[in-house]
């Protein structure tokens, strides 16, 4: 079941994004949670609010604290972001996803999922930029080392978008994590979809 924040402009910062999924949830059982990318603050924020509804946690290309500097810096690059998101126009704004690609999905990719990336919906700006800027503040690493959840953590590794250094630490930090990397930029879950469904299934498999 996807938690749908598209258009989200995250009100009550990554907390209210947290509780929202939560009440998303059609039922009361323990569940596992994935978060990627940026939805990884959303999951560890929820396993750490409440954590007698998650069963296991899935994070793929994600941060517990961003340690880029440069995207840390990063409030005059949104700013132009949100100015040209607004104005430019579709062929203008594919252009530019089409040179992510590399970033996004590496060198070596199916052409389904290429087909699928390019025509993604444009970003709701004003929800990203508010993702975009809670991102460059959350830091959970106070917390952390309290997480009682079971944690799959998976990195790519060649992510510019989120430093493989990021999952790292998530791995080091969180007691029951365990930390796989694999050939890949930020989306190498999609990528590589086969393999990290066997290596869930063998994990969650473990976890009972």
């Known amino acids: 079941m996807a938690f749908n924040h598209h258009v989200d402009t995250a009100e009550g910062g990554v907390e209210g994004l947290a509780a929202r999924a939560l009440a998303a949830l059609p039922t009361d059982e323990p569940v596992y949670v994935c978060g990627e990318s940026f939805g990884g603050t959303v999951a560890l924020t929820l396993a750490h609010r409440y954590p007698l509804r998650v069963h296991g946690l899935i994070l793929f290309s994600t941060f517990g604290w961003h340690p880029s500097s440069l995207a840390r810096r990063g409030a005059s690059a949104l700013a132009v972001w949100s100015f040209l998101g607004h104005r ?46 809670l991102s460059l503040t959350f830091d959970a690493r106070p917390w952390l080392p309290t997480l009682t959840t079971p944690t799959f953590v998976l990195t790519g590794m060649w992510d510019p978008v989120v430093p493989v250094s990021a999952g790292r630490e998530l791995a080091r930090t969180i007691p029951q994590a365990e930390l796989h990397q694999l050939p890949g930029g930020h989306l190498v879950h999609l990528v590589q979809s086969r393999r990290v469904g066997e290596l869930i299934e063998t994990w969650a498999r473990d976890l009972h």
């Open 88 to 133: 430019v126009n579709t062929p203008t704004y594919q252009a530019g996803r089409l040179v992510s690609v590399p970033t996004q999905l590496g060198l070596r990719f199916p052409a389904d999922l290429f087909r699928d990336y390019i025509q993604r919906p444009r970003a709701h700006v004003a929800a990203y930029r508010a993702k975009a800027e």
